[in-house]
Nanobody, 124 residues
Framework: AVQLVESGGGSAQAGGSLRLSCVIT????????MAWFRQAPGKEREGVAQ????????HYADSVKGRFTIFQGNARNTLYLQMNSLKPEDTAMYYC?????????????????WGQGTQVTVSS
């Protein structure tokens, strides 16, 4: 079975940084879209950043562009989200997700497989 496990959440001050990790196991394909989502209390889940493992192309939501970076680790089954210049409005549960094999990223973020989430809290 495909599993995604996030880690790295926690608390930070505004202006600080956190790095989230997501390890995917049980997925034998090498090319698929992976993404980070977040959901704040009372708000809808939103796509934050996505990357296509086939060519490492990325896309970011306007709200995080220039502050967050999505990338794969040397172990290709690990996805990261480097979050810099954090703001209180970045406070949310963050989830990683993976899409179907050989389907590039698009405006519709991948949602075939999900992790359990990791909480990020940013204080002012």
């Amino acid at each position: 079975a495909v599993q995604l496990v996030e880690s790295g959440g926690g608390s930070a001050q505004a202006g600080g940084s956190l790095r989230l990790s997501c390890v995917i196991t049980g997925y034998s394909y090498s090319r698929y879209c992976m993404a980070w989502f977040r959901q704040a209390p009372g708000k809808e889940r939103e796509g934050v950043a996505q990357i296509y493992t086939g060519d490492s192309s990325t896309h970011y939501a306007d709200s995080v562009k220039g502050r967050f970076t999505i990338f794969q680790g040397n172990a290709r089954n690990t996805l990261y989200l480097q979050m810099n210049s954090l703001k209180p409005e970045d406070t949310a549960m963050y989830y990683c997700a993976a899409g179907s094999p050989y389907i590039p990223c698009s405006g519709t973020y991948p949602n075939r497989y999900w992790g359990q989430g990791t909480q990020v809290t940013v204080s002012s």
